[in-house]
């Protein structure tokens, strides 16, 4: 069944402590708060380095069923390796435990420095060389090298399909042809707010939306209005209807907010899953 899911990326901010989190909260217990009051959270430490599969264990455990995780992938991948010669580092990151979520896990984010600009053939040999449904990703994962012994989770399971979001900075990929490799390859353009600081782009590539609130008006830091969120809500709904789709055909969509500074985050998620997610209701903020 489509539906949208709203959540946060990463949870564990000090300045939430007291806010979001009630006073005298264990902090191991966040991320099962987190899980009682949204359906879905992006995994941002995976972004700085390769976690361990007891952690991705642990996080599993910590949510309810049907809670999905977003997967941010490795900065080593896109910012170092600049998505040429990936081969190996793609297994490193799927040998690490990513796996280990297994139905709870959703969508690979993958995002560029603003640096990266758009070319064709490098992205066209990236785009290949992700994995397409878990089958895939755990054959890959068994190509690691020699680092990853002893702390690899390479477990069979169901063979399900793998989502994939991009996440470019720079405007070079406004070009038609780099919507036509990510259309052509399933993988999501993901609608990023950043207070115009980079590109929003807009366009649906692939068969879900994959959304980043960073912030309208100052980058991480500043909230969404009441009127903000009623319009996001709106674009939202377009997806999952398929009002917004160039088919017409309805799509999930998964929406994180990244203005973690002075904890607008985890409120702002609550109240646009009050939106559109009919489950969910916003809860008001402490003072």
């Given at each position: 069944?489509v539906r949208a ?14 806010d ?15 899980g ?20 991705y ?11 999905v995780?977003?997967v ?58 992700l ?5 895939e ?50 993988v ?7 207070a115009e ?40 709904r ?50």
């Amino acid at each position: 069944m489509v539906r949208a899911r709203v959540g946060i990326s990463g949870w564990r901010y000090a300045e939430w402590r007291g806010d979001f989190y009630p006073k005298g909260l264990a902090q191991r217990r966040e991320l099962e708060f987190v899980g009682e009051r949204m359906s879905t959270l992006e995994l941002n430490g995976s972004f700085y380095s390769l976690q361990r599969p007891t952690s991705y264990e642990r996080w599993r455990d910590a949510v309810p069923q049907g809670f999905v995780f977003a997967v941010k992938g490795p900065r080593y991948v896109t910012h170092m390796l600049r998505l040429r010669g990936a081969q190996t580092a793609l297994a490193n990151f799927f040998a690490s435990g990513v796996l280990a979520l297994g139905d709870k896990l959703g969508p690979v984010l993958w995002q560029l420095p603003e640096r990266e600009r758009f070319d064709a053939d490098v992205l066209e040999r990236f785009l290949a060389q992700l994995p397409r449904s878990t089958g895939e990703a755990l054959a890959l994962a068994r190509e690691h090298d020699a680092r990853m012994e002893g702390r690899t989770w390479l477990e069979e399971g169901p063979d399900v399909p793998l989502r994939h979001a991009l996440e470019p900075r720079s405007r070079s990929f406004e070009d038609p042809a780099a919507q036509q490799l990510l259309e052509r390859h399933g993988v999501a353009l993901t609608v990023a707010d950043t207070a115009e600081r980079w590109p929003a782009f807009g366009a649906v590539t692939a068969d879900f939306a994959y959304v980043r609130l960073h912030g309208s008006r100052e980058l991480y830091a500043s909230g969404y209005t009441p009127d903000e969120l009623d319009a996001w809500a709106e674009r939202i709904r377009g997806w999952t209807s398929g009002a917004a789709a160039p088919d017409g055909a309805p799509r999930d969509v998964y929406v994180y907010f990244d203005n973690d500074m002075h904890g607008h985050a985890p409120h702002d998620a609550l109240a646009l899953a009050g939106r559109v997610e009919p489950e969910r209701e916003a809860t008001p903020r402490r003072s």
